[in-house]
């Protein structure tokens, strides 16, 4: 499992190539991608989204459910990274 603090930081700093991570939490499937418009958290096979201006807005503020993703960190599933 990739730790997720690296993820979060890793918007940081566009040099590292990262554009996008896909995760399991409680057996669904996200997304985070870097988009031009900041960051973007969706949940696969659902329309809603969150968009967060940048990686210190989306660290802060990202939601799975009523969850702070930063809380819960420690269990998601680091499935691909692109």
């Not at 996008?20 to 409680?26: D, L, R, T």
């Not at 996200?30 to 210190?56: D, P, V």
């Amino acid at each position: 499992m990739t730790e997720m603090p690296y993820l979060c930081w890793a918007f940081l700093y566009t040099s590292t190539g990262v554009n996008s991570y896909e995760f399991i939490y409680k057996g669904e499937r996200y997304s985070i991608t870097n988009t031009q418009a900041g960051i973007c958290l969706t949940k696969y096979y659902n329309s809603n989204h969150q968009e967060y201006t940048n990686a210190n807005d989306f660290i802060n503020n990202a939601l799975i459910g009523k969850e702070k993703l930063k809380d819960i960190v420690s269990q998601i599933q680091i499935t691909g990274i692109f």
